[in-house]
């Protein structure tokens, strides 16, 4: 039995705690109490999933350790030292027979027939990373407050599963708000708030911070980011572990990095809506506009590679002339036949008080005002407030090259192209959004916090978004790997802490 620090008055123990209940915070959880500790998993909402439930489930994999390194050091671009981003490359190796073990007690398995065959960018050692998702079992259920994507509900049902089997002890609406720190530097434990009281949680061992990134903290945003604004997908992330780890001590890596790409946001929503274009690219599938300017000029490849990764990028420019964002907000131009495809946007949240279906048709949104309709490009652009000449140069343009079937000016995969020839036209706002954030604290090969100097803070480890190695690009579904492969690092190494 650990002897009780008697310099503070505690309100609960345990050998480790950890701040955040998504991938990374279940699977922390799991690991640490695996290896002999009594853990205390905390999450701020009234519910567990963070991003993590709203997500696609994608969990990257790799065929061989070298090869994924190689390929992970391209991605980062020098903003992540090596030593950090070999025990991920290793751990993507053994990702498929870890998920194999975890699924089992929710009796399902990975499905094979998601397998994509290489990453996300044609770097060196592509061809020998893919991606992985559970197979179809009723989890999406399971999770009536949180309305995304089938594959995260799946991979989180696996995760609650496994901490449930454990009889894990969770907090839930238990927000943690300052680590506290002995004399030496060392972390003893977390103050927390729950029903408006302050709670103080000893840790005996270390805390984990996986406390997610800070996409809704408009003052991080504000300091760290390029664009502005930059508008979240998920509210609970405000970046609070990031702010306590900094009082500890902590350096920062790589904080512009967000993955995230262009979409919608409404008076009536909090949140970011993504369009049903934003997963992985498909060549061959119709992207039905075009984004223009605000002088009515388009100035992107619309459907780039990775989606989610750059796509917000091409809207960050800040025009030292103008004195401001000319593609903030940009404008998404389609015509009826693009109207008629389908529903173009998918509204997915992780908070009950706000649910929304967007109509198969895309009519209820155009009468809301959301999408403007006009029956000629002239009057679409007066009702947008651009250069009604302009604005139909482009279309012509796209239009001309739609026929050619090569976008000479952004590059933008042929099968994708779509023209702009029947009325009524359409046009809607666009803004960048931030899926998750990449930069935080950073951490060692062990996921122990690191001050600037590189030197460890006791007791202190984070896992996660809270502190991504994705320093430059992003792997798609490389995220949830991190936090399964984090998050047992740091499972593992906080148990092993002494008392
Ligand atoms: C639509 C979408 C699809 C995606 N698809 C994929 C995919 O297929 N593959 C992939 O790899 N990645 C994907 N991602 C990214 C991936 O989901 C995230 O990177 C990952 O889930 C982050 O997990 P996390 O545990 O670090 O953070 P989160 O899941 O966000 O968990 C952090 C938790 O900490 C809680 N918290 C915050 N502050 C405090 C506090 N002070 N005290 C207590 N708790 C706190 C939050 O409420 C939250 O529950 C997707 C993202 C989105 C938005």
């Known amino acids: 039995m650990a002897a009780q620090d008697l310099s503070h008055s505690w309100d609960t123990y345990a050998d480790v705690v950890v701040v955040g209940y ?29 991003i993590s439930i709203l997500s696609g489930g994608g969990v990257a994999f790799a065929r061989n350790a070298e090869s994924a390194f190689t390929y992970l050091k391209r991605t980062c671009n ?3 030292p090596d030593e950090v981003l070999r025990p991920l490359a290793q751990g993507m190796v053994e990702m498929i027979d870890w998920v194999k073990e975890l699924a089992k007690v929710s009796g399902t398995e990975p499905a094979q027939s ?88 000893r840790s005996r061992k270390a805390v984990i911070l996986c406390s997610g990134g800070f996409e809704n903290s408009p003052a991080m945003k504000l300091q760290y980011f390029q664009a502005q604004p930059v508008y979240p997908v998920y509210l609970g992330n405000t970046g609070d572990g990031i702010l306590m780890a900094q009082k500890a001590g902590a ?10 790409g262009y979409g919608f946001k409404y008076p009536e929503f909090p949140f970011a809506i993504r369009h049903v274009w934003a997963g992985p690219r498909n060549e061959k599938r119709k992207m039905i506009w075009i984004a223009v300017d605000r002088f009515g000029k388009r100035f992107m490849n619309e459907y780039p590679p990775a989606p989610q990764d750059t796509g917000a990028r091409p809207l960050e420019l800040y025009d030292a002339d ?17 109207r008629k495809l389908g529903p173009l946007a998918m509204v997915i949240v992780n908070d009950e008080r706000y649910h929304y279906k967007w109509s198969a048709d895309n009519q209820v949104e155009i009468q809301k005002g959301w999408i403007k309709k006009a029956g000629s490009i002239d009057e679409l652009a007066t009702q947008i407030n651009v250069d009604p000449q302009a604005l139909a140069a482009t279309a012509w343009r796209w239009n001309n090259q739609c026929s050619a079937g090569m976008d000479d000016d952004f590059h933008r995969p042929p099968g994708t192209m779509m023209a ?24 060692d090969p062990q996921q122990r916090v690191v001050d600037p100097m590189g030197k460890p803070i ?16 992003y792997l798609e579904a490389g995220n949830i790997t991190e936090c399964f492969v984090g998050g047992r690092i740091a499972g593992k190494n906080a148990a092993t802490e002494t008392s």
């Open 22 to 50: 998504g991938f990374a915070g279940g699977i922390s959880a799991i690991t640490a109490h695996d290896a002999g500790a009594k853990v205390l998993l905390i999450e701020k909402m009234p519910h567990p999933g963070g």
């Open 78 to 80: 020098g903003t992540t």
């Open 114 to 201: 998601e397998v994509r065959g290489h990453g996300t960018y044609p770097f060196p050692g592509t061809n020998d990373i893919d991606s992985i998702k559970l197979k179809d079992f009723p989890a999406y259920d399971a999770f009536p407050w949180a309305k995304g994507l089938r594959g995260g509900a799946r991979l989180f049902k696996m995760v609650v599963d496994n901490v449930a089997l454990r009889t894990i002890e969770v907090a839930l609406s238990t927000t943690a708000k300052s680590l506290v720190i002995g004399h030496d530097g060392e972390v003893l434990g977390v103050t927390a708030e729950r029903s408006g009281k302050e709670i103080k949680i």
């Open 251 to 260: 350096a920062l890596w790589h904080m512009w990095h967000f993955h995230g």
């Open 322 to 338: 103008l004195q401001d964002y000319p593609r903030i907000p940009c404008y998404l131009i389609f015509d009826e036949e693009g």
């Open 420 to 443: 702009l020839t029947h009325p009524p036209f359409y046009a809607m706002e666009a803004w960048p959004i931030v899926s998750n954030t990449q930069g935080g604290p950073a951490h």
């Open 458 to 473: 006791a007791r202190l480890y984070a896992a996660g978004d809270i502190s991504s190695v994705f320093g430059h690009l």
